[in-house]
């Protein structure tokens, strides 16, 4: 059996399924998917050294993006969510963040020059924010 992929819609202009879904060069012609994207990362670092046993050290980072989507199936297409054919428009709304944080209390004691003591105190803090929103409609 021979298959022509690019033979995917008959005279009448409806598709020719592949088998149960879209034909890839109906999918490209017929059904465009547009994204938007905006991202921002970044952190900052301090250590200090209090005196000679004792530093503290703080980091922070930010991790935020917001993704716009917009999902468009023509009508005949069976890639709508019921797979009937009757076309459909999604909209799709990502909002993520991610904050991370920490702060330690460091500790090094030189003893004599063949032993130390090192210690370590401290905290780890994460928010985490993600908001995700799907619309779709029949045309």
Same mark, same amino acid.
């Given at each position: 059996?021979?298959? #022509?992929?690019?033979?995917?819609?008959?005279?009448? &202009?409806?598709?020719?399924?592949?088998?149960?879904?879209?034909?890839?060069?109906?999918?490209?012609?017929?059904?465009?998917?547009?994204?938007? #994207?905006?991202?921002?990362?970044? #952190?900052?670092?301090?250590?200090?050294?209090?005196?000679?046993?004792?530093?503290?050290?703080?980091?922070?980072?930010?991790?935020?993006?917001?993704?716009?989507?917009?999902?468009?199936?023509?009508? &005949?297409?069976? &890639?709508?969510?019921?797979?009937?054919?009757? &076309?459909?428009?999604?909209?799709?709304?990502?909002?993520?963040? #991610?904050?991370?944080?920490?702060?330690?209390?460091?500790?090094?004691?030189?003893?004599?020059?063949?032993?130390?003591?090192?210690?370590?105190?401290?905290?780890?803090?994460?928010?985490?924010?993600?908001?995700?929103?799907?619309?779709?409609?029949?045309?």
């Amino acid at each position: 059996m021979d298959f #022509n992929l690019k033979d995917y819609q008959n005279e009448l &202009g409806i598709q020719k399924y592949f088998e149960s879904y879209d034909n890839p060069y109906w999918s490209t012609e017929r059904n465009p998917y547009k994204e938007e #994207n905006n991202r921002f990362l970044g #952190n900052v670092y301090a250590d200090v050294k209090l005196n000679d046993v004792f530093s503290v050290s703080w980091k922070t980072g930010l991790d935020t993006y917001a993704t716009n989507g917009n999902q468009i199936y023509a009508v &005949g297409s069976s &890639g709508d969510d019921d797979s009937a054919g009757w &076309g459909e428009i999604k909209r799709t709304n990502v909002n993520y963040r #991610n904050i991370y944080t920490d702060l330690l209390l460091k500790f090094n004691k030189k003893i004599s020059d063949d032993f130390s003591v090192s210690g370590l105190l401290g905290e780890i803090l994460i928010m985490f924010k993600a908001l995700l929103i799907l619309r779709g409609e029949k045309i």
